[in-house]
């Protein structure tokens, strides 16, 4: 079982629409869990961390479900510019500050 | 620019030379990292230094692979006779001791292996 799962999508999603996504962890030692956006052909770029009792950033918002050691990201009205890859990223328990990333999910926003 | 910067940002070799790209951190982050990253996939640890210490290194990184922070700025990665399965995007990232996890990526060094 990979250590972060992910749907790799793509998700097409018109302009306005919600979208979420969601992801599974398998160490349920780990304690500090992310979303980092990646665009194509550029570096990932730290979107939000995820606390456990939920938080919010304009139109993101993430989760945590510990019990089902699951994580998620809302993206509410959908813009041209949120297309690119969303990395779920969790601490390894155990290690200094080492990070292992999902392998992504590809959203595609339209007209 | 403040930013972690990474040279060269492209690189072709052929199968068996030996290269090295170099990463510099953002000034005040004693941490750094390398990651590499293939198509489709998201980016993978490689190694992390704290200060000019290597502290953690992954079993990704074969001995052909060689990385150093000799005075604790910049960090170079050697591979040593390369193979095509080294073709990938190295990527290098920072932070700092207070938000360790809080990583800033540089742009990548694409190495393409002939």
């Known amino acids: 079982r990979k250590e972060v799962e992910q749907d790799p999508g793509p998700f097409n999603v018109p302009e306005g629409a919600t979208v979420a996504f969601n992801c599974t962890y398998s160490n349920s030692a780990s304690q500090s869990f992310f979303w980092y956006r990646q665009d194509c052909r550029k570096e990932p770029k730290l979107l939000m961390s995820v606390y456990s009792s939920g938080n919010e950033d304009g139109r993101f918002t993430a989760q945590l479900n510990r019990a089902s050691q699951y994580i998620s990201l809302l993206i509410r009205d959908s813009k041209l510019s949120d297309s690119a890859t969303y990395l779920c990223?969790?601490?390894?328990?155990?290690?200094?500050?080492?990070?292992?990333f999902g392998t992504g999910t590809r959203l595609q926003v339209t007209l | 620019d403040t930013g972690v910067s990474q040279n060269p940002r492209h690189k072709i070799t052929k199968r068996g030379q030996n290269v090295t790209f170099r990463c510099d951190p953002i000034?005040?982050?004693?941490?750094l990292y390398w990651y590499r990253q293939t198509l489709g996939q998201g980016p993978e640890f490689l190694t992390y230094f704290q200060n000019e210490a290597q502290l953690e290194k992954s079993r990704l990184l074969s001995d052909r692979f060689s990385a150093e922070r000799p005075k604790g700025s910049f960090s170079t990665l050697e591979i040593q006779r390369t193979e095509q399965g080294d073709s990938a995007m190295y990527l290098c990232a920072s932070s700092s001791r207070d938000t360790p996890y809080e990583q800033y990526f540089g742009p990548g060094t694409r190495l393409t292996v002939t």
């Open positions: 990223v969790v601490n390894s328990p155990g290690t200094a500050s080492k990070l292992t």
């Open positions: 000034s005040e982050h004693n941490r």
